[in-house]
């Protein structure tokens, strides 16, 4: 297990966007050569532009890999049926999606300029419009619409205002969860008829 949280798989192309999203993260993408990415790794230059010839190669790489899971609930999410149960789900599934993708999270924070440019957060927006179609129903009232959505920023508020909270990260994880799924039932509930 690496010092992100994620598991390792083991090959270079991984290594390699694990150093530099923790060197991002904790020094700022401007900051951050090549070369020290090289040195964290202990192999050389030549063998870092094998895989990225740019931090940006690297970035977008990352954008990519993490971003995968969210692309494959949404797609998942498109095929199911718009029923409570299938709502809970995709809460479930968008908790665990973003918490592997945390440190990109933390990345996308840190250098928000960055992420400007390289265009990365546009992708991350249009993914989450596509996640809020798929928890909220257009025909529901508004304020059940706005429950739907909200469960969704609670898991992304979740991410980080819940550090600041002493506790059990993953007791903190699961209090977040609780709250989403709370809202995203509520929101169905008050859409039911005889309501």
């Not at 090289?38 to 895989?51: C, G, I, M, S």
């Not at 494959?72 to 718009?82: F, G, M, N, T, Y």
């Not at 059990?168 to 039932?185: F, H, I, S």
Request: aromatic letters at 8%; glycine letters at 6%; hydrophobic letters at 40%.
């Amino acid at each position: 297990m690496g010092s992100t949280g994620r598991p390792r798989r083991g090959d270079t192309r991984q290594r390699i966007q694990d150093v530099a999203l923790e060197l991002f993260a904790e020094q700022g993408y401007e900051k951050t050569s090549l070369r020290e990415i090289a040195e964290q790794l202990d192999v050389t230059k030549a063998a870092l532009y094998y895989h990225f010839k740019t931090k940006e190669d690297i970035v977008l790489g990352i954008f990519e890999d993490l971003s995968r899971p969210l692309d494959e609930l949404i797609e998942w999410a498109r095929r199911q049926p718009r029923t409570l149960e299938t709502k809970q789900q995709i809460v479930h599934r968008y908790s665990a999606a973003l918490h592997e993708a945390a440190p990109l999270f933390r990345f996308i924070q840190e250098n928000q300029a960055t992420v400007r440019e390289l265009s990365i957060g546009e992708g991350f927006k249009e993914r989450l419009v596509s996640m809020f179609d798929l928890v909220k129903d257009a025909d529901a009232p508004l304020t059940d619409q706005v429950r739907c959505i909200s469960a969704l920023f609670t898991i992304h508020a979740g991410m980080f205002a819940m550090k600041e909270l002493e506790g059990d990260p993953d007791e903190k994880r699961d209090a977040v969860l609780e709250v989403a799924l709370e809202l995203v039932t509520a929101a169905h509930h008050a859409e039911e008829p005889g309501r």
